[in-house]
């Protein structure tokens, strides 16, 4: 039943894209390179071609926002759809540089996860940010929970752990017994922080940091750490294409964040993207984007139409969402430069 | 005349692709235009109004909002809004959201206040308004002295910061102090090596020195993350000494002080040897054969005849070298541990992470004075060699 209703829902929206569509639009994307980009031609943006005629022309940028502020103040947009990071989809909409979608782009915001759908944007990818362990150096039992990560005396051994306060101090709250969805309160609460840095004093000694997950990795992989937070995706990797015998402990709780898609307000083809974002938001669409990368999109439906064996890698993925919160971006853009200077003042203490 | 004519294209390139746009952002590092052209109204109705005589008068909330819809319109009022962020943590979103609704006539009613406070209750706050009294006028000493861990106090006195946050004085110490080691330790390993390299017949002198040249040529990026795989607690260094019985247990060689200096020593090392090079070349050999000859035992010709000679490359070569140390961040960040890392790497954080351009301008202004004040000292005591080596000759 459930599934003749997507395909209905699918029909009629693909009829509706196919109407409105002009076939001499040309719409430019600007998205994070590399592979991702790749996912998203191969997966997304060639199909929604095929079917409309629209090309799409693919640019690579790293999230600046002064580079959007720059067009729209200038008035010389040549961005139309672009990828930028949660936190400046918040500040940018709130400065007018992006164009509000309404339910009728997004489809029913309640059939987003949490924090996937905002004023001015809906998730490109969803990413988390988890706790993965090498079996190979930990004999029997692998740690369960962010308590464990912390214990050192349970599980000898180097932490890896990245080399900020954001997403750093989540995980120190959680091992603090924190449940995830409560992390953010206990934060702002006066003492909250002090709190998480008074977990990582704990481990301090322990902790080998990195600040590319490229680095993270090869610590994983030459024993310098037994376990390590990394990017979800990043890990999955490693296990597929190098045979690694690595594991994710999805259920000792982790955040997910998101980089949105998000129409630049004064857009030369405001009106051919947003009708592609449309399209976009239907589950299926989105799915063909996970099917390639092991990041989630936003709709919760999307991931059934992602093959099982992969559906197991998502975040998005109904076995390990509701392990995951997501990250709190009005706490970060506003609390974001102060805390990252407490925390390197603290790390090179 | 004709030789003037042919420099004026020279002066005007470092003039403008280098003096000036170093001249800018220096500049930023004491510019407050962003808040003060930006609240104009407001800092004329605040005139002598302080927040301990109560709250904000109405007449100040009244240019607060003109002034705020008027930035919204400009496109303005994000970088105010960040810059206000910047000095009383969490106003961002209160700065952007009030501006939204002054310049979509929200807050047109009169009085101001009833209308203000009710959607923002933040502008009752005396920290905020203390915040944005000090912010008045085009110039702030604001990032200069936080970038020395100094801030205003209430009373409006300069004070320390409160010791969690003290962060940019000992990054300043440590990056002096890295690249003073990094110096010493390529200035000792260079003199024999130099010497090597000149003293060679010329075929091998020849294969020597491109063996020096040719790590100058390979990206610095490998060149620092092959010391990862070197150093790691299972690498080959571990290994062998773990297997020759020197150790019972690895070592932690990676994300130390000490496999800092070493990929640091590597990168820069040719250059020192590049410089000791071409002094050595033009020092004659017989100088030391006459010393020796006269009975000197070797150290003390060494020491008394060729240091004074060589001294002007071995300065060249610190110079360089020191200078070169002194704004790294990519190595430290990939091969140091959190206690190695140096004023660049905040440097860069400032520009490119949170876009507080004042603040890594206040610090790119120390970073050049330290870099004005070694060069001064070497210029000294390249003057002070000259009489003694230039009175032998």
């Known amino acids: ?349 | 005349m004709l030789m003037t004519l042919l420099v004026v294209p020279l002066v005007l390139f470092i003039l403008v692709i280098f003096l000036w746009p170093v001249a800018r952002f220096l500049a930023l590092s004491v510019d407050n235009s962003d808040i003060s052209s930006n609240l104009p109204q407001t800092f004329a109705a605040i005139g002598d109004w302080q927040p301990s005589q109560g709250p904000p008068p109405e007449a100040v909330l009244a240019a607060l909002v003109g002034d705020l819809a008027n930035a919204r319109h400009a496109g303005s009022d994000g970088v105010l809004a960040q810059l206000i962020n910047q000095r009383l943590v969490g106003t961002r979103f209160l700065v952007i959201k009030t501006a939204r609704d002054a310049a979509e006539g929200r807050l047109d009613e009169r009085p101001v206040k009833d209308a203000l406070l009710a959607a923002h209750p933040g502008w009752a706050e005396p920290a905020l308004w203390t915040e944005i009294i000090r912010a008045r006028g085009p110039l702030t000493d604001y990032y200069l002295l936080g970038s020395l861990d100094l801030q205003r106090s209430p009373a409006g006195g300069v004070e320390a910061v409160p010791a969690d946050r003290a962060l940019f004085l000992n990054a300043l110490g440590r990056t002096v102090w890295i690249s003073f080691i990094v110096t010493v330790l390529c200035a000792v390993l260079s003199l024999p090596l130099a010497q090597a390299i000149v003293s060679a017949p010329p075929r091998w002198s020849r294969v020597m020195f491109a063996m020096v040249l040719f790590p100058l040529w390979t990206s610095l990026l490998v060149r620092t993350v092959i010391w990862i795989i070197v150093l790691q607690k299972n690498g080959p260094v571990n290994a062998a000494l773990v297997a020759t019985g020197l150790l019972g247990e690895p070592l932690t060689l990676i994300y130390t002080r000490f496999s800092l200096y070493v990929a640091m020593v590597q990168v820069l090392l040719p250059l020192m040897v590049l410089s000791l090079v071409s002094v050595m070349r033009r020092v004659p050999t017989n100088y030391m054969k006459a010393a020796l000859s006269l009975g000197a035992p070797w150290l003390t010709a060494w020491r008394r005849v060729q240091l004074p000679l060589i001294m002007p490359g071995i300065l060249a070569g610190s110079a360089i070298v020191f200078v070169f140390a002194l704004g790294y961040y990519i190595t430290p960040m990939l091969v140091g541990g959190p206690t190695d890392q140096m004023i660049s790497s905040y440097i860069a954080f400032y520009t490119n992470t949170t876009l507080n351009w004042g603040l890594a301008a206040a610090l790119s202004v120390q970073l050049l004075l330290i870099l004005m004040v070694s060069a001064l000292l070497f210029w000294t005591a390249r003057a002070f060699m000259r009489s003694p080596a230039e009175a032998t000759q």
């Open chain 1, 1 to 349: 039943m459930l599934k003749f209703k997507h395909s209905l829902c699918l029909a009629a929206a693909l009829a509706a894209s196919v109407a409105t569509a002009r076939a001499a639009d040309t719409i430019t994307v600007v998205g994070w390179g590399g592979n991702w980009d790749k996912a998203y031609k191969e997966g997304v943006w060639d199909k929604y071609t095929e079917l409309t005629g629209t090309k799409i022309v693919q640019e690579e940028w790293g999230g600046e926002l002064a580079k959007v502020r720059a067009q729209v103040q200038s008035g010389s947009v040549t961005w139309d759809l672009i990828s930028p990071e949660a936190p400046s989809v918040e500040i940018g909409c709130a400065e007018g540089l992006f164009v509000p979608l309404t339910p009728e782009i997004t489809g029913d915001p309640s059939k987003y996860l949490p924090g996937t759908i905002m004023e001015c944007g809906v998730a490109s990818d969803t990413w988390a940010t988890i706790l993965a362990y090498n079996a190979d150096a930990i004999q029997g039992e692998g740690p369960k929970s962010w308590a464990d990560y912390f214990d050192v005396e349970k599980f000898p051994g180097k932490r890896g752990m990245l080399a900020q306060a954001q997403y750093t101090l989540e995980n120190a709250m959680m091992a603090d017994g924190v449940a995830p969805a409560d992390v953010y309160t206990e934060l702002r609460k006066p003492g909250g922080v002090d709190r998480a840095f008074a977990m990582l004093d704990k481990i301090k000694p322990h902790v080998v940091w990195w600040s590319s997950s490229t680095q993270a990795m090869q610590n994983l992989a030459s024993g310098e750490v037994v376990m390590t937070d990394q990017y979800n995706a990043r890990v999955t990797n490693d296990i597929v294409n190098e045979k690694k015998n690595y594991k994710i402990v999805w259920d000792a709780g982790f955040f997910y964040g998101t980089d949105m898609w998000s129409v630049v307000k004064g857009s030369p083809n405001e009106k051919a993207a947003l009708e592609m974002l449309k399209w976009f938001s239907i589950p299926e669409n989105q799915a063909g984007f996970s099917k390639l990368y092991a990041y989630g999109t936003g709709r919760v439906e999307a991931a059934e139409f992602v093959p099982e064996d992969w559906r197991k890698n998502l975040p998005t993925s109904p076995e390990h969402a509701k392990f995951g919160a997501t990250y709190d971006t009005a706490f970060w853009v506003e609390n974001k430069e102060a805390l990252e200077a407490r925390f390197k003042a603290w790390q090179a203490q």
